[in-house]
């Protein structure tokens, strides 16, 4: 590959499918908005960072000035101060851009809320130092449910062939390289199963059935939002069932329930099932570490985490 570390691709193919929507699909989303999100985003992270990794050492030092010796004065030792680098902004960036395709809003405060949510969900939803709640995800359902003017156009990318052609590929090739295709299969079989039987019981024609699979929408989220490595299960099994479930939910939301957002509700009810399935089925941990180093043995460096 040309990029270094795959995330690079995922931020490459995200602002391709901006750039294509708004200029095919004629968007309401200013461009303006787009910036303030993708700053929000960023800055977040940024400021996020290094407060995490700068607490645990102020604590430290201040243990260290309290406590009493005979033989030494209490020291503060100034190099626990200086945060650590981290290398986050990519994803802080692919969750700016899921907002700007997914989300719509006509204040800069809604796209600001759903900024610094996002990216806040990671440091405040943990287990084991791992976030559940995809950032994207969360940022949508935060701003649907906090805000009056943010909303959801899951037919925004109508149903063009090409549309289909041009998300299998771009994510296929980046489900490939992080070894996560099950989840998507998983998800998109579970879905079309429940849509097929339901179309057979209600004698529709298959026409009906391959418009109501055919949404860019859809497959954004099966091949770009549900598949986030870091937030999703380990274990494959774990990760079958889960996507799965969040299948049949979105299944029984869209046809019973009537909610047009049904996937984006579904994940976000199931995320925090990844907490039970990590514990009964133990799996090492995703690393982006192991996959942009471009080892012989990915599965067994998944250990180095």
Known sequence: MLLKDIRDYQILFLSLFLVLGIGTRDWTLRPDLIVVAI????????????AASIWPHLKV????????????????????????KHNSLRSAAITALSLCLLLRAEHYTTMIVAGILAILSKFIFQIGKKHFFN????????????TKDAWVSPGQWGEDWWYV???AGTGGMILKRIGRWDTTAAFLGSYAFLEAIRN????????????????????????FMITDPRSIPNARISRLIW???????????????????????????????????DYLWTAPRFSWSFVNGR?????RQELIT
């Open 135 to 146: 950032p994207a995800n969360f940022g949508i359902i935060a701003a649907l449910i906090l």
């Open 39 to 50: 700053a929000t985003c960023l800055l977040t992270q940024w400021v996020a960072e290094r």
């Open 165 to 167: 052609l041009l998300f």
């Open 61 to 84: 030092n201040i243990q260290n000035l309290f406590a009493q010796s005979e033989n030494h004065s209490p020291k503060l030792n100034l190099d626990l101060l200086n945060p650590q």
């Open 200 to 223: 057979i019981l209600l004698g529709w024609t298959w026409d009906v059935y391959f418009h109501r699979l055919m949404s860019g929408s859809l497959l954004l989220f099966a091949l």
């Open 243 to 277: 996507a799965a479930s969040i299948a049949l939910l979105t299944f029984i939301l869209r046809n019973y329930f009537f909610v047009s957002t049904a996937v984006f509700w579904s994940l976000f009810a199931l995320a925090p099932l990844t907490i039970l399935l």
């Open 295 to 299: 080892l012989s043995f990915p599965r």
